[in-house]
């Protein structure tokens, strides 16, 4: 299965006869306009997906600001969007990729085979010089029967016990991993033993995800290499959806934690980490014993966190 598919190969496969169905996943933390974005301009023949609405369940501590939505809620959209078994499906977006992987993930959950990720996305689109449409799209419903669990996820105490044994990866902006700034969730900082890996080092400059071989070489450097025990989690699990597809280019498994900070930070029982390391900055014994006790993990000299 590949992950990505770019504008060349997309055009291809349309002139193909192939049956395609284009999905625009237009959303942005703090940016709710993602369907008046999309009918600004969107790749012709694409149906708007509100990320929201038709990717979410409705926010709540237990399970975080995003969780997912149950496989049957999942197939009824897909069919809405006009998806039939055997279609190939194109997600995308105008961030990079970032909130398309969320339903690239998805799907994937859902065992479709062939569904991608367009590289660069809308921009590259437009970088092509290629047409707009400012249509909104009543796709025939689609028959497409989903399942569920074709791809890992990890709970919560699976989260809190994975540096033990893995690497646990936060896909967010290392300020937010840091606990510089928190704009939307309970509690700054990290997952203790968690490393810091914001999702934006995966793509140039244009959007458009890094070489294979680049993306080996940038998760070798933060200790992951192919066979490696993998979980990946964010704010409320889309960006770490994005980090996962970029692991899969470099050939690399990953599981998703997909309450991600959000559902952890909620949790006044959970410990926070601060600082740029994976347990913290040196503060006290008593949290460092709590971290070693929760997570079955030695620290080093000088971990701590903030509870």
């Not at 299965?1 to 169905?21: E, H, K, N, P, W």
């Not at 694409?46 to 969780?67: F, I, K, Q, S």
């Not at 690497?167 to 203790?192: F, K, S, T």
């Amino acid at each position: 299965m590949s992950t990505i598919i770019d504008v060349a190969s997309l055009g291809q496969l349309l002139d193909s006869g192939r049956s395609t169905v284009l999905l625009d996943v237009r959303w942005a933390l703090g940016d709710p306009h993602g369907h008046a974005h999309f009918r600004h301009g969107h790749i012709p023949g694409a149906v708007y997906v509100d990320l929201p609405t038709e990717l979410a369940d409705p926010a709540e501590p237990a399970r975080g600001r995003h969780p997912l939505p149950s496989p049957s809620q999942l197939q009824s959209r897909a069919r809405a969007w006009g998806v039939n078994d055997g279609d190939a499906v194109v997600v995308y977006d105008d961030a990079g990729g970032t909130s398309a992987a969320r339903l690239w993930w998805m799907l994937r959950d859902a065992g479709l085979r062939s569904v991608f990720l367009l590289d660069g996305g809308l921009a590259a689109w437009r970088a092509a010089a290629l047409p707009l449409a400012q249509d909104e799209q009543s796709p025939a419903p689609g028959s497409v029967v989903l399942g569920h669990g074709h791809m890992p996820a990890i709970s919560a105490e699976e989260a809190a016990a994975w540096p033990a044994e893995g690497i646990l990866l936060d896909a967010r902006a290392g300020e937010r991993y840091r606990g510089e700034v928190e704009p939307v969730d309970p509690r700054p900082g990290h997952l203790p033993g968690a490393v810091s890996a914001p999702t934006w080092d995966n793509i140039s400059a244009q959007g458009s995800f890094l070489p294979a071989e680049t993306l080996r070489k940038h998760f070798a450097a933060l200790g992951v290499a192919p066979g490696a025990r993998v979980a990946v989690y964010c704010g409320s699990g889309v960006t770490a959806t994005h980090q996962i597809a970029a692991l899969e280019i470099a050939g690399i498994s990953a599981a998703l934690y997909p309450g991600s900070y959000s559902q952890w930070s909620s949790n006044p029982a959970n410990l926070v980490a601060v600082g740029p390391e994976p347990y913290g900055e040196p503060d006290g014994q008593d949290a460092v014993g709590q971290v070693r006790a929760q997570s079955g993990t030695g620290l080093g000299a000088g971990g701590s966190v903030e509870a």
